[in-house]
């Protein structure tokens, strides 16, 4: 016969047991998946990435497809519909809105991935290596990142797209190659904290070279780190991107962004015609606050401290 307290202690035991057989992943895991807001957010984003990439197949009209009958005189009558397949109306050119909704989802999720791989990339590789290598040389490649802070973001990005064009493939140089200054300061600060380890003092000992430690046991153990921020940094890309599209700058006609969507709809407001601008509007928010959920759960499940 088991006594209450052999019980107690037989399944304290057995969770503890459970604890350590846990990997770091799987419990990081778990603990995302307790937060319902940030598994609200992972399902919001699954939907807006579907939407994207299959919501054309759905729409009635291609995203230049100009509707004639609603222009001139008629530009304000393409309300939202379903027996006309203008799901979400049309603009003020007669073209689909629900299909160049579709579109410019899709571009804009596209730059603030994209944008963001670019800046974890680039940024996490100069961090580290700065905070491995250590010294002068970390000294000086950290004062060039001071010196390129100091440099107004958004008078840059501008600068370059009014210099070399206006493009898709300028928005990804010019968001991803700025916008990895605060990366590699996260990325050397985990550096600096890392380096002193055993595993990396072994790979010293057994004559592995800076690049390869730098490489298979510096950003590995940062990765926790990185995909928080990228997360978090993606709807800061977009935040970019529409604003650069909002003052006519970033994607060019007849491709669109949610930017360049919600400037169009703005344009139009005192026309009557909220529905111009509410649907990308509420496609350009939902899609912020689900990536700021999910980055948020990530930070909070990969937080060493909380664990």
Known sequence: MISQSDAKLLNDTAALADVRGRSLWEDARRRFFRNKAAVAGLFVLIAITLFAVFGSYFAKYEAD???FSLMGANAYQGVPSFSSGHYFGTDIDGRDLFARTVQGTG??????IVGSLVAVIVGTLYGATAGYV????DGTMMRIVDILMSIPFMFVLILMLVIFGRSILMLFIGIGLISWLDMSRI???QTLTIK???FVEAAVATGVSPFTIVLRHIIPNLLGIV???ATLLVPQMII??????YLGLGVQEPNTSLGALINAGANQMSNGTLWMLLYPLAFFLVTLFAFFFVGDGLRDSLDPKDR
């Open 134 to 137: 250590g010294g002068r040389t």
């Open 107 to 112: 571009i804009s999720l596209l730059v603030g």
């Open 240 to 245: 970019f991107e529409s604003f650069i599209s």
């Open 187 to 189: 990325a050397r600060g």
């Open 227 to 229: 995909i928080v921020y």
């Open 65 to 67: 497809f100009v509707d």
């Open 196 to 198: 002193n380890k055993e």
